[in-house]
């Protein structure tokens, strides 16, 4: 059984892109290239989030220089009305589906990704981009340390995952809530 995922956070670097933004990338510069890429996610982002009964409840993405690789990447956290597999997402920011995953902290990931709470003065960032207001997403955080969390196995349901998913991963938390 495919995993179906409500909120995910991405990283896209220049291994991710389809063949022909890699090889426009060895004509041109790397930052040009994703820079190109990134404008084009925007416009999609529009477009979806128009759709009627769009899937997309929000996004905030980032253009990069920097990290550990040192090289040029786009960091994203996406939120959708219903829980879709990693293969959607793929599919519809035309990466691979590995740029994908589970997101524990909806509030760090929006804040890093905008560039705004406790990550504002974050260096590196050439452009940041939202699908809307932070009051259309619906921030959740799943991080707590505890061992018996109820809103880390609420945020796995509200994820997407299925009771025996969690049951494996957790299962105290699961059996005590």
């Given at each position: 059984m495919t995993t179906r995922h409500r909120r995910a956070s991405f990283t896209i670097w220049m291994g991710h892109l389809p063949e022909e933004?890699?090889?426009?990338?060895?004509?041109d510069s790397a930052?040009?290239?994703?820079?190109?890429?990134?404008?084009?996610?925007?416009?999609?982002?529009?477009?979806?989030?128009?759709e009627i009964n769009?899937?997309?409840?929000?996004?905030?993405m980032s253009l990069e220089l920097g990290g550990t690789h040192?090289?040029?990447h786009i960091q994203g956290y996406i939120e959708l009305r219903s829980a879709r597999s990693w293969a959607h997402y793929a599919k519809r920011f035309r990466v691979l589906p590995e740029c994908f995953q589970t997101t524990r902290s909806g509030v760090g990931s929006f804040e890093y990704c905008s560039k705004s709470g406790s990550y504002a003065d974050k260096d590196g960032v050439l452009e940041t981009y939202l699908t809307g207001p932070r009051e259309d997403f619906r921030l959740h955080d799943v991080s707590s340390e505890s061992k018996a969390d109820l809103k880390q196995?609420?945020?796995h349901i509200v994820e997407g995952y299925h009771p025996v998913y969690i049951l494996k991963q957790n299962p105290y938390a699961y059996t005590v809530h």
């Amino acid at each position: 059984m495919t995993t179906r995922h409500r909120r995910a956070s991405f990283t896209i670097w220049m291994g991710h892109l389809p063949e022909e933004y890699r090889e426009m990338a060895k004509n041109d510069s790397a930052e040009t290239t994703m820079n190109l890429f990134f404008q084009q996610r925007k416009e999609m982002l529009q477009e979806w989030k128009k759709e009627i009964n769009s899937t997309l409840r929000g996004c905030a993405m980032s253009l990069e220089l920097g990290g550990t690789h040192g090289g040029i990447h786009i960091q994203g956290y996406i939120e959708l009305r219903s829980a879709r597999s990693w293969a959607h997402y793929a599919k519809r920011f035309r990466v691979l589906p590995e740029c994908f995953q589970t997101t524990r902290s909806g509030v760090g990931s929006f804040e890093y990704c905008s560039k705004s709470g406790s990550y504002a003065d974050k260096d590196g960032v050439l452009e940041t981009y939202l699908t809307g207001p932070r009051e259309d997403f619906r921030l959740h955080d799943v991080s707590s340390e505890s061992k018996a969390d109820l809103k880390q196995c609420v945020g796995h349901i509200v994820e997407g995952y299925h009771p025996v998913y969690i049951l494996k991963q957790n299962p105290y938390a699961y059996t005590v809530h």
